[in-house]
């Protein structure tokens, strides 16, 4: 990439990265701090956590659309100005009902789809999976840190204070928008189902399918793993980063040679075979092992190792195989079935450990990756620019 664009890419995975911070720093602790609002259930708890990925997944193609046929930035602006008051209301309250409601809002700023398309609309073709994949890198970074992060603001200030802080990163997020330049409407097209048609190859449905159960398996499983580490005494809430972390510099130092050899070697549907096998694996740990601070600590850098790895592949897969003309759109329909997957394994999740137990959400976070799994090896998968073919 040139200094320009390689700027552009720094500037779009902050913002996106500082969004995520924000959301996936509650996932740690509502589970266990959420207990202390008025009308809280588990189930409540789980909507709390997976309810905005039903917003963003219902906003995600308007937004995407309105991109194409406005510019991206005004877009992003009033997205991260939604996000904002979700969180000021979500920090005002003492009521799981409300924090459910505020974290609705919160999905309702749907602007992944839209920084995607801008980002691809301003990198060439040819640099364009270098590009998503150091978005997806960063995104992965800023998981990790909110791991780190979240666990240390609540425990001195609380939830309220944890969402005070998501606000405040969404008008850091917000102030970076400000420094892109002005983009133009890329076209128009009316929204018909011709269009949609033209978004649901068999490449595209692979991908919109893996993100939906990566995100599902992530959320399911952040209901329960928190409670694991108390329940088992791995570590104290204030000490979770003695967890954390080793596991943090463990699965980038294992995914780094992962996508290496998808990226070089073109062996990307491998990988990702690999890492749904590696998911599996950690699942069924959780489940049926004794844990204790080692091998939880091993498990669970398994599962970031895969995570993390699937997280940084599939924007760049989807950017060699959305048209330019409706990249809006395409990126609204993936990022559409990222956050439905947060909402299904948040609430989905949240029911079964209701209603059964906690290993119970251990096996079906394993049937959804059986499923997947099979699905990726029967799919195909564009592996190879156009520029390579």
């Not at 990307?268 to 599996?280: A, E, Q, S």
Request: contains cysteine; aromatic residues 14%.
């Amino acid at each position: 990439m040139n200094s320009l664009e390689r700027i552009f890419a720094l500037k779009i995975s902050l913002i996106m990265s500082v969004r995520m911070l924000g959301l996936f720093m509650l996932f740690p602790v509502m589970s266990i701090y959420a207990v202390e609002y008025d009308n809280s259930t588990p189930f409540l708890i789980g909507m709390a956590i997976g309810i905005y990925g039903l917003t963003q997944a219902l906003l995600q193609i308007p937004f995407g659309y309105l991109s194409d046929r406005f510019g991206r930035k005004p877009i992003l602006i009033i997205g991260l100005l939604i996000f904002f008051l979700g969180s000021v209301l979500a920090a005002n309250t003492s009521n799981i009902i409300l924090v459910v409601l505020g974290r609705a809002l919160q999905g309702g700023g749907a602007i992944s789809a839209v920084l995607m398309a801008f980002l691809a609309d301003s990198v060439n073709e040819e640099n364009r999976a270098k590009a998503n994949a150091f978005v997806g890198f960063q995104i992965g970074v800023a998981f990790m840190l909110s791991l780190l992060i979240g666990p240390i603001i609540s425990s001195k200030v609380g939830l309220q204070g944890l969402f005070w802080t998501i606000a405040l990163l969404s008008l850091i997020a917000m102030l970076i928008v400000f420094s892109l330049e002005q983009s133009k409407p890329i076209s128009y097209y009316k929204l018909s189902f011709k269009a949609f048609r033209e978004t649901f190859t068999k490449e595209l449905v692979a991908l919109d399918l893996s993100i939906f159960s990566l995100h599902l398996i992530l959320a399911a499983g952040f209901i329960v793993m928190p409670i694991l580490i108390v329940e088992n005494q791995i570590v104290s809430m204030v000490n979770n980063w003695h967890l954390y972390l080793p596991a943090i510099f463990l699965s980038f130092l294992g995914m780094l040679p992962l996508i290496i050899i998808s990226e070089k070697f073109k062996k990307t549907k491998y990988i990702l075979l690999l890492c749904i096998l590696l998911l599996i694996i950690s699942q069924f740990i959780f489940l049926n092992a004794s844990l204790s601070f080692q091998l939880f600590l091993i498990t669970l850098t398994i599962f970031f190792i895969a995570f993390n790895s699937v997280e940084a592949l599939l924007p760049s897969l989807l950017s060699r195989t959305a048209s330019s003309a409706k990249r809006g759109l395409a990126m609204g329909i993936f990022s559409t079935s990222q956050f439905l997957g947060t909402f299904f394994g948040g609430a989905i999740g949240g029911l079964i450990y209701d209603i059964y137990d906690l290993n119970s959400v251990f096996l079906f976070t394993i049937f959804v990756a059986l499923i997947w799994w099979f699905l990726i090896l029967l799919m195909p998968l564009k592996t190879k620019t156009s520029k390579e073919k």
